[in-house]
């Protein structure tokens, strides 16, 4: 049963838009919440973080958004880039983050110039 | 470059085989995964080891036999594995007992059990 879910499989947006990645997660002890980055033939990297404690988290172009009464937080990327290409995963832990991290399937985010 | 290094990159291996994977990580961190990502599926993880002791085991097969001698090295040693295992293999570190802190990995092992 999985615990952290990403329901597309792949989002294609244009270059300069905005593009939502959704993430659903099902365990009410989750606290915090990242999102990595992959490419191809390398590791997952970190991106941006949130703890419950938050609603929102600002990086730059990266924005996360948190609702912790619907169990479902949001990746936003504005404005969108040809090198953002890549497939994002979902990711939560507990304890405040010192439980392993439990991972989506990834959601493959194509952007097109 | 992520501080965490993951040998072999790419490792084609027969079901009598016997091999390991290594990891390393110079991060300071306390704490190492190790993690499966097969086609479609989301990131499993298999094991953990917070200050060298193993504290999960996520009903892996033994076939998969995780060392973790020092904080800062960590293995997987592979015998008479299945054409199923073929996978990336990822390690992982964290800093354990920190607040709400990320995990870095490795670029990971292209496992091909052939």
């Known amino acids: 049963d999985q615990q952290v879910k990403q329901n597309s499989p792949s989002l294609s947006v244009q270059e300069g838009r905005i593009s939502i990645l959704n993430c659903d997660y099902t365990n009410s002890m989750f606290d915090y919440f990242l999102w990595y980055k992959k490419y191809p033939a390398e590791g997952p990297t970190f991106l941006i973080s949130?703890?419950?404690?938050?609603d929102k988290n600002e990086d730059g172009r990266f924005t996360v958004f948190l609702n912790k009464s619907a169990k479902h937080l949001s990746l936003h990327i504005v404005p969108s880039q040809p090198g953002d290409s890549a497939v994002y995963f979902c990711?939560?832990?507990?304890?405040?983050?010192?439980?392993?991290?439990?991972f989506g399937k990834g959601t493959r985010l194509s952007v097109i110039a | 470059e992520t501080g965490v290094t993951q040998t072999p990159r790419h490792l084609v291996m027969g079901m009598t085989n016997k091999k390991s994977l290594k990891c390393e990580q110079h991060?300071?961190?306390?704490?190492m995964y190790w993690y499966k990502q097969s086609a479609k599926k989301p990131l499993e993880l298999m094991f953990v080891?917070?200050?060298?002791?193993?504290?999960e085991n996520n009903s892996v097969p033994s076939r998969f036999s995780p060392e973790c001698p020092n904080s800062s090295h960590l293995f997987l040693h592979l015998h008479t594995l299945q054409p199923e295992d073929s996978a990336l293999y990822l390690c992982?570190?964290?800093?354990?007992?920190?607040?709400?802190?990320?995990?870095?990995f490795g670029q990971g092992t292209r496992l091909t059990v052939v």
């Open positions: 080891y917070n200050f060298k002791e193993q504290t």
């Open positions: 992982a570190s964290s800093l354990f007992g920190t607040v709400n802190t990320e995990a870095f």
């Open positions: 949130i703890s419950s404690i938050k």
């Open positions: 990711a939560a832990s507990g304890n405040s983050g010192n439980t392993p991290l439990v």
């Open positions: 991060l300071g961190h306390n704490a």
